[in-house]
């Protein structure tokens, strides 16, 4: 925080990750290429949206785990099968035991 020289965290719950991997994972064809922009806003359970800022953290950690890259200025991709329920639960779980 510039006002009070700290650092802070942006936060998503689980639910919110996964309401985003799984519409991603629905929606784009592997290695097609997709914008952020076009998908907002994403739901959760209840149908109330999801922050973008905690969509777009979700994207930043997908792309951390190898599973979506940048391609350039046109947007990202999603790599093929990388986006499962089981694997982001799997990989949200190895995150939070670290903890």
Do not use: C
Not at 14 to 32: I, T
Not at 65 to 92: F, P
Request: net charge positive; proline share 3%; aromatic share 10%.
């Amino acid at each position: 925080s510039k006002k009070d020289r700290r650092e802070y965290e942006h936060r998503a719950s689980r639910d919110a990750v996964l309401r985003v991997s799984e519409r991603l994972a629905s929606e784009v064809k592997p290695g097609s290429i997709f914008s952020m922009d076009k998908l907002i806003p994403f739901k959760d359970d209840s149908g109330n949206d999801i922050p973008s800022y905690q969509a777009y953290l979700a994207l930043a950690w997908f792309r951390d785990l190898g599973s979506v890259e940048q391609r350039g200025k046109e947007g990202y991709a999603v790599l093929d099968g990388s986006l499962s329920t089981q694997r982001v639960e799997k990989a949200w779980d190895v995150l939070h035991s670290r903890r």
